[in-house]
């Protein structure tokens, strides 16, 4: 079974950090791109940065986070700073077995809730 | 990057046909065939309807499809049935190589 579990969340204040997992299982993890969506309370979803197999390509929604990968322990991480309230989301993985570059997220973890409050 | 617009909320019958639209620019829906729909139930992770336009992953129902005109996007669902109702997500490849999602959109079966 493919699967995806996230780790890390939890509560911080603002201005804090925060390094978020991801384990993947059932899936040959070195040969997909990788993402993080979040979806903050009430909103929809979001996406916040992606990684290429090799680690040499990653794109972000903003420049306060870094997403990194170790493929021999298939893992992702995410990791987070300056962290705003706004930022206070539950935060998934993602992938996909189409084009994982462009989107078409069709695995995903049940994700990390992360609250960023004083 | 802003998010893609779709309306708020649809609603239709059971056994009608309801169409969903995400509106973007020539930099991300209008430029790229890399259009994406996902259902969403609250409490569950996102589940991928459509991906490419007007794709269907395996074990998607053909009531579910997809098409694209400029820079507008839709999402089309037949014969609607009460397990449908759900929040309903597009997302595009954007021209700086990131991905946008819309606001979404909440559909009620009547």
């Known amino acids: 079974e493919v699967q995806l579990v996230e780790a890390g969340g939890g509560v911080v204040q603002p201005g804090g950090s925060l390094r978020l997992s991801c384990v993947a299982s059932g899936l040959t993890f070195r040969n997909y791109w990788m993402s993080w969506v979040r979806q903050a309370p009430g909103k929809g979803l979001e996406w916040v940065a992606n990684i290429k197999q090799d680690g040499s390509e990653r794109y972000y929604m903003e420049g306060r986070f870094t997403i990194s990968r170790d493929n021999a322990k298939n893992s992702l991480y995410l990791q987070m700073s300056s962290l705003r309230a706004e930022d206070t989301a539950v935060y998934h993985c993602?992938?996909?077995?189409?084009?994982?570059?462009?989107?078409?997220?069709?695995?995903w973890g049940q994700g990390t809730i992360v609250t960023v409050s004083s | 990057q802003s998010a893609l617009a779709q309306p708020a909320s649809v609603s239709g019958s059971l056994g009608q046909s309801i169409t969903i639209s995400c509106t973007g620019t020539?930099?991300?829906?209008?430029?790229?065939?890399?259009v994406s729909w996902y259902q969403h139930h609250p409490g569950n992770a996102p589940r991928l309807m459509i991906y490419d336009v007007s794709n269907r992953p395996s074990g998607v129902s053909n009531r579910f499809s997809g098409s694209k005109s400029g820079n507008t996007a839709s999402l089309t669902i037949s014969g609607l049935q009460a397990e449908d109702e759900a929040d309903y997500y597009c997302?595009?490849?954007?021209?700086?190589?990131?991905?946008?999602f819309g606001g979404g959109t909440k559909l009620t079966v009547l």
């Open positions: 997302s595009s490849y954007t021209m700086t190589s990131t991905v946008v």
């Open positions: 993602a992938t996909s077995r189409y084009s994982g570059k462009y989107g078409a997220f069709d695995i």
């Open positions: 020539s930099s991300d829906v209008g430029g790229y065939n890399y």
